[in-house]
């Protein structure tokens, strides 16, 4: 490998690309990635298959508190966590843009390798294309993921009912706030850092010790508002959140004032909302709290029967209905 | 949906996005996509788990003979298939740049769902996310797929030995031929045709038929020559192909001659070569012969003991080793 960044020649299907292959993304994903030319096969435990798919898109590729690379891993692991399984195989699709340092794919793999390890899941299958510069963005990356799904869990947002206990597994709306405020040059001292983490453990201690999850959501893009609304309507339950039980750290709180955005619009990716049954929540938040990436779960409102939106109680007893976003405040950060 | 392009917006995790969802995608992708929002949850037929993935570049989108989203349904399915994999489900991963009419995406999904249907095959998850224009170039899909190996079954490019007659499928290079003079308007008329197709029906007959299928490849990016370099160093055999047996079409020939290109180098995106054992070569091709895909497989050559090289015979007994080229040469093909 002479050069020193990505050419397009290294998608071409000819020397380049073995050559890429061989000496920077095998080695970089080390042990946990197996060489399979077309599809991995694999023995799979028995139970129902779990299956789902993210591209990644973020911007920029580093950023305070993980990059790329990590968020791929996590935004994927935690997708099927959200469906109760547990993730086991991941495929990594490359989308790179002619010119990106060989050095800066090199980091992202590295923390694919890591964050892959610390997950438990293994990379089975990959592909790498190169787009021509003015086309990519540096790295762009879908990770897919297969799980498997325990007997006898059936997790599911229609399953909500009035009555059922509100979730929040930490502080809300920091990933958004650490992109933007990189991105914006906001200069905040310290930087606020994404909250980038596998939920996986968290939901599997939950599933372990009997708690009956209605729903798990993680509130990626759109933020817990988008992840509730959608609760809301699968359920037709209203969900009622009281506004001082919202965590929301000091920082991530002031930068929002700042960027004139709603915490509650901006999204995690290391956080998760579950509906539980009300005589089930005392013991889901001490199961929560006893794992690292959950320590700081509480409860925040209750399912209701009524229409299906998502209300802000504040102190005062008075009720806000929180909407969805048009959309155009978060581009590009998953 | 108001308006007739992709904004950034469509990929900010709001309102815009949800109707690009409702209004675009999923009717596009009709009864054989199922809208789990985090993960899909399947019930896996017993058997070993097929794993791949695959992004899908091409440019131009609309091609003589298929688009990016046939294409990237085949490419998966064939993947799955040269695992001797019966393909199930696939994910669908959406990087769509802003400003691309939202009838060229009408299309693309139009195309996917029926590509889908005819391999029998259903998108089980998906995701869109959207890159600012100059970030992108219209669409890039992301296919993952998974299947299921039927017990028995193991097609390992290890498994070749000396002595195995060598397949392909139909006329090798078409594909590439297709794009470039797509791309490079050589006016061939009647164009090209890519050979874009699904050969999982085909694999499953040969399997069916209890042919002793030793290796399966199918030859994309670096053409028919990458596929079989890649079989003689995992078997350590010498491939020997007769040059007057490799099938290539007078058209695809006549196009390479202008592009200064070996049709062998050349990708295609519906065919594929195997390794099977002497005795088992004439009735592997009876069973090809009878599914319409492979209407036109032949014996191309054989396995022998030797270095693992890949060998082009003349007619006239001479000798001439094909090797892989660097890569420039076709980028963005698939």
Chains 1, 2 share one sequence.
Not at 23 to 31: H, W, Y
Not at 153 to 158: L, R
Not at 163 to 192: F, K, M, Q, T, Y
Not at 199 to 225: I, K, N, S, Y
Request: net charge negative.
């Amino acid at each position: 490998m002479t050069t020193e960044v990505v050419r397009l020649a290294h998608g071409g299907g000819g020397r380049l690309q073995a050559g890429l292959l061989d000496e920077v993304i095998l080695p970089a994903l080390g042990a946990r990635a197996c060489g399979a030319p077309d599809a991995a096969v694999l023995d799979a435990p028995g139970g129902r298959l779990a299956l789902t798919t993210d591209s990644f898109v973020v911007r920029p590729l580093f950023f305070p508190g993980g990059d790329i690379g990590r968020l791929a891993v996590h935004g994927t692991v935690n997708d099927l966590a959200m469906a109760g399984a547990r993730p086991l195989w991941l495929t990594l699709g490359l989308i790179l843009e002619e010119g990106l340092p060989l050095e800066d794919l090199r980091r992202v793999l590295a923390s694919v390798s890591a964050a892959a390890e610390e997950c438990g899941v293994q990379v089975v299958a990959g592909d790498t294309k190169v787009v021509e510069a003015g086309h990519g963005d540096g790295v762009y990356i879908n990770t897919s993921g297969a799980g498997v799904v325990p007997d006898g869990v059936g997790i599911e947002p229609t399953a909500i009912r009035p009555g059922d206990v509100l979730l929040a597994s930490g502080d809300l709306g920091r990933h958004g706030v650490a992109i933007l405020a990189a991105r914006e040059n906001l200069g905040l001292e310290p930087p606020v850092p994404s909250d980038s983490a596998s939920v996986a453990a968290a939901v599997a201690a939950l599933l372990d010790a009997g708690v009956a999850v209605h729903a798990l959501r993680d509130p990626t893009r759109g933020g817990a508002v988008a992840a509730l609304q959608e609760l809301a309507d699968a359920s037709g339950c209203r969900l009622v959140l009281e506004d001082e039980a919202i965590p929301v750290r000091e920082d991530v709180r002031g930068a929002c004032e700042i960027l004139g955005l709603d915490p509650l619009h901006s999204a995690c990716e290391g956080r998760f909302l579950a509906a539980v049954p009300a005589d089930h929540a005392e013991q889901a938040l001490a199961v929560l709290q006893s794992v690292p990436v959950t320590r700081d779960a509480v409860a925040i409102g209750r399912a209701v029967a009524g229409d299906p939106a998502v209300i802000r109680r504040l102190a005062t007893g008075v009720e806000r209905r929180l909407v969805l976003p048009a959309g155009e405040q978060l581009p590009r950060i998953c």
